[in-house]
Structure formats: C-alpha cells, structure tokens
C-alpha cells in the first residue's frame, strides 16, 4: 500500500489547513487510517485515526475539538481538518493505514507515508 499525502504548509497561529492522503495499491479494498506526528526535537505522537468503514474515530487529547479526522465513502482517502492551530502543532504530520486498527499504538500500523510538514507560526 502507497500513501500519499498533502495539504501541508505553513499558517499563522488560530488558522486553519486540510490534510488529505490517498492509499493506493492494496489488496483490500478498504483500510483503517490516521495521522501520527512528529515536531521538531519531539517522539512521534499519535494524533487521530478512523476505522476501517468511518463510523467511529479516536482523537489524541491534544488535538480534541480542533482537529477532524474523516474518511470518503467507500474510498481510501483521508483527511484531517486542523482549526484553531498553535505553535506547537508544527510537525510533521504522517498519514498511516491499517486493516482494522485505529487507536493510538505506532506498532500496529503497517503501512506510513512520507510525511507532510506544517509550521505554525506565532
């Protein structure tokens, strides 16, 4: 499996950006998805992720009420809508997919892309 993010770029603190990933390649048809993190001088962070059909998600505490983790009907797209940005939200932000998990373990996902980097600036 391919992934294939975008959207990243740089915002002032309080806008907002929309990340999109695309998978491509699978043998299913279908894939649980999510978004880990990493900032500068930071451990990667787990950030939010949708299930396999989309009905249910998790979220990171940090991120909670800001960010929105969705997925397009039967398609392996997701997207992370990110309001009320901070500082400390620079990272870069990794799209991650799986067959059936999508909680907060690293571990468990098989498959990452390479990463898109958002700056916040103050």
């Known amino acids: 499996v391919q992934l294939q993010a975008s959207g990243g770029g740089a915002v002032q603190a309080g806008g907002s950006l929309r990340l999109s990933c695309v998978a491509s390649?699978?043998?299913?048809?279908?894939?649980?998805m999510g978004w880990f993190r990493q900032g500068p001088g930071k451990e990667r962070e787990f950030v939010a992720a949708i299930s396999r059909n989309g009905d249910s998600t998790s979220y990171a505490d940090s991120v909670k009420g800001r960010f929105t983790v969705s997925k397009d009907s039967g398609k392996n797209t997701v997207h992370l809508q990110m309001n009320s940005l901070k500082p400390e939200d620079t990272a870069v932000y990794y799209c991650?997919?799986?067959?059936?998990?999508?909680?907060?373990?690293?571990?468990?996902?098989?498959?990452w892309g390479q990463g898109t980097l958002v700056t916040v600036s103050s």
């Open positions: 991650v997919a799986n067959l059936l998990y999508y909680g907060g373990d690293s571990s468990k996902y098989r498959y």
């Open positions: 390649g699978g043998t299913y048809g279908n894939y649980a």
